[in-house]
């Protein structure tokens, strides 16, 4: 007999979000965890504790069977079509971890499913979301870096192997700065969470944020969240600041409108609280980034439906959906 109701977790580079949630899209309980980062055990044994604790609470709480609900698992990086995490650059200690197994070593739960976060988003869009109806869009997630999830033809485009939407790691700068994947010049060390830390540090670094610099008592201790914060209070060196960040995020998307012939682009993850101020800047940018613009259909940017919950939810739709 089917389930009806589902576990799913977000795992991110700094935290980890599991929902419980029913198939009509109600989240009845959640929780939140600091994402450990262990590498003196195993390939993912400390993430598996920390999951392993999420789910015992929630199905506590809901008074349900930690051994019988189905679980969807979210992870950034490289995730085999059998669930296993070949690589995850923003989690290296879990790189090449099978989630499934461990869970069912400290659950007894053999229905846990692990999908790309940037894929659980998207699925989450298109089932209920910013994206509901349309077939053909790119999710793209800005956190600590930049999942993504491609959907064509109302299909999660996976790949050969699963590894499919991995966007951030597009080169979107020659030589540029050094990503965690080991590569240089990667969309997300520019227009991701952890990106916009970085280009602050640089720009308080240069002289270009003397408020923030006093606000966090020095140019090297600004970090995003005072840019973000800044903006908020419409702060002009703040507002410059993600103005930059938009041409980036606009130089990213003209990639994959090029690519996937996509017009419409849902944005979450943490940095999407900056949406307000940098997706109108990023679609004015797209008229000179995209070949051909003129004669395109209109594009559209929107904000994820469900904010940082979207992956999370999303993963329990991939629960759900493997579990029968």
């Not at 077939?135 to 033809?153: P, Q, W």
């Not at 209070?233 to 990639?255: F, M, P, R, T, Y």
Request: charged content about 15%; hydrophobic content about 45%.
């Amino acid at each position: 007999m089917a389930s009806d109701i589902a576990l799913g977790v977000d795992v991110g580079g700094t935290k980890s979000l599991a929902v419980l949630m029913s198939r009509t899209g109600e989240v009845l309980e959640e929780v939140t965890t600091p994402t450990p980062h262990d590498p003196s055990r195993g390939a993912g044994e400390a993430m598996a504790e920390v999951l392993a604790t999420q789910i015992r609470e929630l199905t506590s709480r809901h008074g349900s069977d930690p051994a019988t609900v189905p679980i969807g698992i979210g992870v950034p990086g490289l995730v085999r079509r059998d669930g296993s995490l070949a690589y995850a650059p923003n989690l290296q200690s879990a790189s090449g971890a099978d989630l499934p197994a461990a869970l069912a070593e400290r659950l007894g739960n053999h229905s846990v499913h692990v999908e790309n976060d940037g894929n659980c988003a998207a699925l989450a869009e298109f089932a209920w979301g910013a994206a509901r109806g349309i077939d053909d869009f790119v999710m793209v997630t800005l956190g600590t870096g930049i999942g993504g999830g491609l959907v064509a033809n109302g299909q999660l485009v996976r790949g050969r192997s699963g590894f499919a939407g991995e966007i951030g790691h597009m080169v979107v700068e020659a030589r540029g700065a050094p990503c965690h994947c080991g590569g240089y010049g990667c969309w997300e060390r520019y227009a991701s969470g952890s990106g916009l830390g970085r280009l602050a540090s640089l720009a308080a670094a240069e002289g270009r944020l003397p408020t923030l610099s006093v606000r966090a008592g020095a140019p090297e201790l600004v970090r995003a969240e005072h840019v973000t914060a800044g903006a908020a209070e419409g702060l002009a060196e703040a507002l410059a600041l993600l103005d930059e960040v938009a041409w980036w995020l606009a130089l990213g998307i003209s990639n994959l409108a090029a690519i996937m012939d996509a017009g419409h682009f849902v944005i979450g993850g943490g940095l999407s609280v900056a949406a307000d101020f940098m997706v109108p800047s990023a679609t004015t940018y797209l008229a000179d980034l995209v070949e051909g613009y003129p004669m395109r259909p209109p594009f559209t940017l929107v904000p994820s439906a469900f904010g940082v919950r979207a992956g999370a939810l999303g993963a329990a739709v991939v629960a759900f959906e493997r579990a029968g």
